[in-house]
């Protein structure tokens, strides 16, 4: 196996080897602000124990060069020893200390230490993302999870800077245009839990504190930090505010005080991901500082966001998996805790569980029926197959599961056994016995038949309801059939609904029982008056497809909008939505249900779902032949709405970026070219930056909009996201040229940025453009095995996934699919993983518009 590439094994028998004791780490940045230095030194000391004498390993490091290595006092030959991935270290010693001087390379790619010049005021800006095995192309080191250490980190920058890190900085010392900051020892952290923030950021302070209940007080410095030029922009007011009410609520729960010092939360450029919990020092993607409108949605994904990464300040960072088959174990939790502490914490965002419900369940339900799912455990081989496991199974499917096993096991038991799970392995590393011991010991439930049948297995189950009736419209039976899959067991509510005196459709019973096997019956409905709906999973206890039986189901096609809770309203949407994607319901009965509903939905994010997933039915779900019908209605429906939505409202700007996306012909295209050069009004609607941009796209696409024209927008708005949204009109302008730009700009080189990379895909492939993009499909598979060995993991992963034929949504795309991967069998499984899920997208797709046919 390639070096770069850690294995399990290899990872399991040097910790059964190694223990280490501490690192020492120095970057010298100096020449970061010089765009053609592609280099800094950095130098690590690394203090480590071996078990067997005499033995050999190696440490990790991806290097343009090594300056020296010293082991013990012995000078290693670097040309001997460093194969540009690793450091052969031979004649290990019982204590033993390593000295590595290197040349480290400053990244694009938002892996390792990223570097970004912000075309504003052209200052430089330096942050580090090294989840999972990233680490070792800034420094040298043992990169696994279960190597902890203590680090102490030091760092020259330029004067004008300041730097962060994980520890609170002990002193600054002046070197004429430089500055060396050197930080406090942290508690012992994985390497990829490290973190450097370097530049002239922006930053905002304050202070968090707490009486501890032995009657000590804990002391928390707080900072929000942005690039300079984002800084009128940043609401870091609003952010601290969820931080402490986070804190209090954490500290409350798991009775285990914050063991970082303080918290500082960076929001940088060019993020690949949204956030990433370097314990002191967490990393945030900017686009959570909003340049422009938007929804409370917006705000409130950032505030789960927040907690999110505050969670992992116990469940990952304070206790860590030994290896990524565990990653649920800090990724579920996180996820499950952004929502249940948005409502627990108190804070302003009271619709957590309506979100998780229809975004975030979306996200894993279709994870969880690729050929390529897995358990929630899964079986990491090495690290590409961990980069691959930061997907909706580990997160959104482990986070549904734990809303249901703290069903199961109760509210006190479950947080009892995290509190013990922190306080046995606080500093250490776990496997999933370990928490389930915990769990076992404040339940007094047996976990082990629960673990296998959520765990270890992978796939959804579907849960439909058998009605049926005597004469009088009495039920004399109400049934839960499983099916889909290994059957689990399910804790559910099953809620009945019918209409009241004002024609809204409320629950008028709610029932709890545990489901097991293909079929279950509730007693104690029995003899209850048949009602409109029946719906299984009210609630959202269970993780599990909803079905309907067909009296519900009409219910649902007559009356989906009159549902008064948003909840229900939530789950029967992300219900319907189900149906669609399985072929079970027509695209445009889908569609049509968004075209009468749509408009009366309360909840902001629910809305906006709604607007993606009807695209997506409309581009990939509806028969051909009957898309351009399809595109007028969706487009007459977002002018209506749009005109309707009170002025200024949330839901006037969601439904004017969906008339972006769904303008159709000459008087939709003309509204949003007069909206965007102020011939058009639309009353309380601020056309701000963001929006232009949105309203470029239409017109860029629809091939009513110029080079110049856009060139002339980014003059307008000359920042980073103002280029990323200009490169991503220019590749959506419907001419061959515009194609082959943008297509040569990522496949026939490596120069551009992860975030311009990512605009170029995005534009390349518009769904009126599949033409244009035909000729593209022989390309793109002949391309796939090349990237996958020149480009980093991060920018090979968006190629592949990214310019996938996705909308030549045809057999003979599907044909040459298959042809790849018969002809690629020994490709890099990671790979053919990637391919394997687009496949499956496309088959999916072929079989819906089956079914839209009729």
């Known amino acids: ?140 080191n043992f990169e696994q999870p279960d190597l902890k250490a203590p680090f102490t980190v030091s760092v ?114 060019e993020y690949n991901i949204g956030a990433m919990e370097n314990p002191g020092c967490v990393t945030f993607r900017e686009e959570f500082v909003f340049r422009s409108k938007v929804t409370e949605a917006a705000y409130e994904g950032r505030a789960n966001v927040v907690l999110h990464e505050m969670a992992h300040m116990w469940f990952g960072d304070l206790v860590t998996m030994k290896w990524w088959d565990d990653l649920w174990l800090k990724e579920s939790f996180a996820d499950f805790m952004g929502s249940y502490g948005l409502i627990g914490a108190g804070t302003r965002y009271r619709s957590a569980w309506i979100t998780f419900a229809n975004r975030r369940k979306a996200w894993a339900y279709q994870q969880d029926q690729y050929p390529t799912t897995h358990p929630i455990t899964a079986d990491i081989r090495d690290l590409e197959d961990a980069k691959l496991n930061f997907d909706g199974i580990t997160y959104a499917k482990g986070a549904s599961v734990l809303k249901q096993l703290v069903a199961y096991v109760g509210r006190e038991a479950f947080f009892e056994g995290a509190r013990r799970y922190f306080r046995r392995h606080a500093f250490g590393n776990t496997v999933l016995g370990d928490l389930l011991s915990v769990l076992e010991e404040t339940s007094g439930r047996d976990l082990k038949a629960w673990s296998s049948a959520w765990l270890q297995t992978s796939g959804v189950n579907s849960l439909t309801p058998q009605v049926t009736c005597d004469a009088e419209g009495r039920i004399t039976e109400l049934a839960v059939l499983q099916d889909g899959g290994t059957p689990r067991p399910h804790r559910v509510a099953i809620g009945l609904y019918d209409r009241d005196e004002t024609g ?61 809770s948003p ?76 005109r309707a939505a009170a002025p200024g409202s949330d839901h006037q700007l969601a439904w004017a970026r969906f008339l972006a996306s769904a303008a159709d012909g000459a008087e939709h295209l003309q509204l949003v070219a007069g909206l965007l050069d102020g011939t058009a009004r639309i009353d309380g609607l601020a056309v701000d930056q963001e929006l232009r941009w949105e309203f470029w796209l239409t017109l860029a696409a629809a091939g009513r909009a110029t080079t110049e024209a856009i060139e002339g927008e980014l003059r307008r708005d000359n920042t980073a996201s103002g280029k990323q949204r200009a490169v991503k009109c220019l590749a959506a302008l419907p001419t061959p040229g515009a194609k082959a730009a943008a297509w040569s ?110």
């Open 1 to 140: 196996m390639p070096g770069k590439n850690l294995s399990r094994e290899e990872a399991q028998q040097r910790a059964g080897l190694i223990e280490v004791e501490s690192y020492r780490v120095h970057l010298d940045l100096t020449s970061a602000p010089d765009p053609a230095a592609p280099t800094f030194l950095s130098t690590t000391t690394i203090t480590f124990r071996a078990a067997t004498p005499g033995a050999a390993s190696f440490a990790d490091l991806l290097a343009p060069g090594v300056r020296s290595v010293t082991l013990n006092g012995r000078e290693l030959d670097p040309a001997q020893v460093f194969d540009g991935t690793r450091v052969a270290l031979d004649r290990l010693e019982g204590h033993n200390v390593l000295v590595v001087a290197a040349d480290c390379a400053y990244s694009r790619t938002g892996e390792g230490l990223h570097r970004f010049v912000d075309p504003v005021d052209g200052e430089t800006y330096l942050y580090t993302h090294f989840e999972p095995a990233d680490a070792r192309r800034v420094f040298a």
């Open 156 to 269: 020259t920058a330029p004067a004008g800077w300041d730097v962060y890190a994980n520890a609170v900085h002990e002193s600054v010392e002046e070197q004429g245009d430089a500055r060396t900051w050197r930080f406090a020892p942290t508690r012992p952290i994985s390497t990829y839990l490290t973190a450097v923030v370097a530049g002239p950021y922006h930053v905002v302070r304050d202070h968090y504190s707490r009486e501890l209940p032995d009657g000590t007080r804990l002391e928390i410095p707080l900072a929000a930090t942005c690039r300079k030029s984002l800084a009128e922009h940043f609401d870091a007011a609003e952010i601290l505010t969820v931080t402490k009410q986070g804190l209090d609520f954490f500290h409350q729960e798991f009775d285990y005080p914050y063991p970082f010092g303080k918290y500082d939360q960076c929001f940088v450029p």
């Open 504 to 564: 809204a459709l409320v629950r008028t019973e709610l029932v709890e029982l545990d489901v097991a096997g293909a079929r279950t019956a509730a007693p104690e409905l029995a003899g209850r008056p048949r009602p409109a709906l029946v719906l299984v999973n009210d609630e959202d206890l269970t993780y599990c497809k909803i079905r309907f039986d067909e009296v519900s189901l009409e219910t649902l096609r007559t009356g989906l909008g009159d549902l008064s």
């Open 567 to 642: 909840l229900t309203r939530a789950l029967a949407w992300s219900a319907v939505w189900n149906l669609t994607r399985d072929a079970l319901m027509p695209a445009r009965d889908y569609l049509d249900l968004v075209l009468r509903f749509a408009g009366q939905e309360s909840d902001i994010g629910v809305l906006q779902s709604l607007h993606q997933q009807a695209r997506t039915a409309l581009d990939l779900y509806a028969d051909p032949t009957w898309r351009a019908e399809g595109a007028r209605l969706l487009a007459e429906c977002a002018l209506r709405e749009l």
């Open 745 to 854: 700009a990522v496949v026939d080189s490596d120069e551009l940025p992860n975030a311009l990379v990512e605009a170029q895909i995005a534009g390349f492939a518009q769904p009126d453009q599949r033409e244009l993009t035909a000729g593209y499909t022989d390309a793109y598979f002949e391309l796939l095995e090349p990237v996958w060995a020149q480009r980093s993991i991060e920018i090979a992963m968006r190629i592949v996934g990214g310019f996938f034929p996705r909308l030549q949504t045809e057999q003979s795309t599907l044909d040459a699919t298959d042809a790849w991967l018969a002809a690629h069998p020994q490709a890099a499984p990671a790979l053919r993983r990637l391919v394997l899920e687009c496949r499956d997208n496309l088959a999916r797709a072929l079989r819906a518009q089956v079914c839209d046919r009729g």
